[in-house]
């Protein structure tokens, strides 16, 4: 058995749950405690060298806050072992992305989309006031606290790419933008390459929603153009002052496109029919509060584009439209917010997520090779 020793620690390796350029994440147990953790082990000699320093810096940020009150990660230290850098974390249970898989990529309910979303705006928001931008929001980020225990509890995870703000106003060529991570989630302005914020995790997130609501991603473009393609497709074209500020527009807009879906409204209807009749009207007003934050956030203009505070403050989040206007019609378990208590034990260990229909092909592809990636 492979042993790590840290100045406080020792640490036993008893499972490999991952591994990328960076490394890799394996699942240790720490003697002191007898508790499993998470160890994040980056080749610390690397081209990113500089990346692994500003994730240590932004985890020591974070570190300083309640990481369950702002749902990060908890980073309970570091240490080098044979010239790498370990990162111990609290061990997490299962991403978004992992979660979708193991129920067939089936939709997730609204009610449990707002519960997810309310925890990812949290913590965008602590972001946002500590000059953070995460820079590659995807369910794959997003993990499961343990499921079982706390339904949909969940943390965000992955601050290698994160980046302290100023840095994006310095230069543009300063973070170049293939650097951005994760295409399908990919903000318009980095594809056009204009300048950008922390406005672009928002647009992330935007599409991670609509994906847990669809069981599929919302632009699924094998490269930029066709990314640019499925967004101008349901959204028509960005400003024509983002058009011609955009360094990398030139590379886009160049035939005629094929349209698909016309608009997001048509979220609205969708994954409607599996639901019980006298909750129908109930889900559907929900799904269209759902709806409206959705178009806020994925506004293609990152000035007009809804900040997290107040996406936290929005009907879909709150609820208090859905309360006042349907508290005697449908049942509770439609209206009330989804607390974040422990679940009896006698409870399922997961939500299977309702209204499964076969999936278009494309899909299937798009999961080939998103796994391939991983």
Known sequence: MFVMHSDTDVYDM???????????????????????????????????????????????????FNADKFYFIH????????????????????????????????????RHIRTISKQVLTALQKLKELSIAHTDIKPENIMLVNHSRYP?????????????????????????FP?????????????????????????????????L??????????????QIRYIVETQGLPKIKQLSSGIKTHLFFKQNLIFTLSSLDQLERTNIES??????????????????????????????????NIALKHAFITMQKLKLQYKNTVTASTVNEEGLQPRSEKGKAGDKAEGFRER???????????TAAS
């Not at 320093?53 to 985890?59: D, N």
């Not at 609501?213 to 066709?226: A, C």
């Open 275 to 308: 639901f019980p009749s006298a909750e129908v009207k109930a889900e559907l007003h929900d799904q269209k509060m759902m709806v409206d934050l959705i178009k806020k956030i994925l506004n293609l203009d990152p000035s007009e584009r809804i900040r997290a």
């Open 14 to 64: 008893v499972d490999i749950l991952g591994k990328g350029t960076f490394g890799e994440v394996a699942k240790c147990w720490k003697r002191s405690t007898g508790q499993f953790v998470a160890i994040k082990i980056l080749n610390s000699f690397t081209e990113r060298s500089g990346y692994l320093k500003s994730e240590l810096k932004i985890l020591k940020i974070l570190g300083t």
């Open 152 to 176: 949909f509890k969940v943390k965000l995870i992955d601050f290698g790419s994160a980046m302290p703000l100023p840095s994006f106003y310095a230069s543009l060529n300063e973070y170049t």
């Open 213 to 226: 609501h669809l069981g599929w991603p919302l632009y699924p473009g094998s490269n930029e153009y066709d």
């Open 179 to 211: 650097k951005i991570k994760s295409r399908f989630y990919r903000a318009p302005e980095i594809l056009l390459g204009l300048p950008f914020c922390e406005q672009m995790d928002m647009w992330s997130f935007g599409c991670v929603i609509v994906e």
């Open 75 to 110: 980073l309970f230290e570091y240490f080098n072992d044979n010239d790498k850098l370990c990162l111990v974390f609290e061990l997490l249970e299962q991403n978004l992305f992992e979660f979708q898989k193991d129920h067939n990529f089936a939709p997730i309910p609204v």
């Open 360 to 370: 278009a092909p494309k899909f299937w592809g798009i999961l080939a090779e998103r």
